[in-house]
């Protein structure tokens, strides 16, 4: 999992927060920049989000939630760089809003977690990249972790609409 910095704490003074501040931005500027070519836009007919492109037990995949495409008709999906990314067939998890598509062509993969339980903790800071608002730009929401379960994580990072779909990057 790629590391983001931690917040500062309210005890900081104005100074010690400026500069966890800043080192906080770069860190989601490393994250981005090492993630960019994993990161996907989703677009089409109804509707728009994100999905990112993982490694899930030897296959390349697409990752989005399944709800996105639930809505969306003649779905599209590209990378930052406007290059399309080729999918085949899609698998839904059930009893969860997860979905991946086989990836044929495009992108690259972005390491994921084997154990939330593991390898997280309360307060660690996470970066989700989204297609905030729809507008086709990834935007770096920052939080802490402030929940952890056996399945899943919940941050305190924002998530806009057009950013379903999006990793919440460690």
């Known amino acids: 999992a790629l590391l983001c910095g931690l917040f500062a704490s309210d005890t900081a003074t104005a100074a010690a927060r400026g500069k966890a501040a800043a080192k906080n931005q770069a860190q989601a500027k490393e994250v981005l920049d090492n993630c960019r070519t994993g990161l996907v836009l989703v677009e089409g007919k109804g509707g728009v989000a994100s999905g990112f492109i993982a490694d899930i037990k030897g296959r390349k995949v697409l990752v989005t939630n399944a709800h996105v495409l639930a809505d969306i008709r003649n779905v599209r999906f ?21 979905l991946t598509l086989a990836v044929i062509e ?3 993969v972005i390491p994921t977690a084997t154990s939330v339980t593991t390898e997280v903790t309360f307060d660690d800071a996470v970066v989700v990249p989204g297609n905030a608002g729809g507008a086709g730009i990834v935007r770096p929401f920052r939080g802490p972790i402030i929940g952890i379960g056996p399945e899943r994580l919940e941050v305190s990072a924002m998530i806009e609409p057009g950013s379903s779909g999006s990793p919440i990057i460690h």
């Open 78 to 98: 590209k990378l930052l760089d406007n290059t399309p990314v080729k999918v085949g067939t899609a698998m839904v998890a059930v009893g969860h809003d997860i």
């Open 106 to 108: 495009g992108g690259t």
